[in-house]
T-cell receptor
Framework: DAGVIQSPRHEVTEMGQEVTLRCKPI?????LFWYRQTMMRGLELLIY????????DSGMPEDRFSAKMPNASFSTLKIQPSEPRDSAVYFC??????????FGQGTRLTVV | GIQVEQSPPDLILQEGANSTLRCNFS?????LQWFHQNPWGQLINLFY???GTKQNGRLSATTVATERYSLLYISSSQTTDSGVYFC?????????FGDGTTLTVKP
């Protein structure tokens, strides 16, 4: 398996624009997680899905953030409208039955 | 929520030295993982260790769940071991990362 695949690897966008981050989990994994990493706050869990259903989105910072998982092989994290303080590295991870998690390479987002 | 404390926050070693990194957590956990974040930002799985002891080459880890801590041992450190080591715990389905230990191994 190619592992967790995230796209794009880097994204630079202007404040106010919509940003969509994508994730393909490892085949057969039924848990999917979105994390954000910043210098100030470290690695934070934003939301996680189990069997494509959002279980806990308490880490989503604001209504500007939304996440979907339309099927077992794809998830998106959307920020609309984006702000400079959203600049961070966003990681997606997947695991079988919420056990050992494997991370993608991350998307480095810069909002100018 | 659960608190995860890692120590030390920073560690500088000479190549060949051994080290022990610690992770304390404030509540019972279902899962515990150790990761290495390399200088390119990749999070690499080291151990999935909710309890017990595991070894993988120069690295080993021990989790004592009843006492709410885990230890990561690095022996004969190499410059490629440099980076940030994270402990992550899962409680009731929710994962929490510690702030990490930044390791620098000097040649």
């Amino acid at each position: 398996d190619a592992g967790v695949i995230q796209s794009p690897r880097h994204e630079v966008t202007e404040m106010g624009q919509e940003v969509t981050l994508r994730c393909k989990p490892i085949s057969g994994h039924n848990s999917l997680f979105w994390y954000r990493q910043t210098m100030m706050r470290g690695l934070e869990l934003l939301i996680y899905f189990n069997n494509n259903v959002p279980i806990d989105d308490s880490g989503m910072p604001e209504d500007r953030f939304s996440a979907k998982m339309p099927n077992a092989s794809f998830s998106t994290l959307k920020i609309q409208p984006s702000e400079p303080r959203d600049s961070a590295v966003y990681f997606c991870a997947s695991s079988p039955e919420n056990t050992e998690a494997f991370f993608g390479q991350g998307t480095r987002l810069t909002v100018v | 929520g659960i608190q995860v404390e890692q120590s030390p926050p920073d560690l500088i070693l000479q190549e060949g030295a051994n080290s022990t990194l610690r992770c304390n957590f404030s509540d019972s956990v279902n899962n515990l993982q150790w990761f290495h974040q390399n200088p390119w930002g990749q999070l690499i799985n080291l151990f999935y260790i909710p309890s017990g002891t595991k070894q993988n080459g120069r690295l080993s880890a021990t989790t004592v769940a009843t006492e709410r801590y885990s230890l990561l041992y690095i022996s004969s450190s190499q410059t490629t071991d440099s980076g940030v080591y994270f402990c992550a715990v899962t409680n009731a389905g929710k994962s929490t990362f510690g702030d990490g230990t930044t390791l620098t191994v000097k040649p």
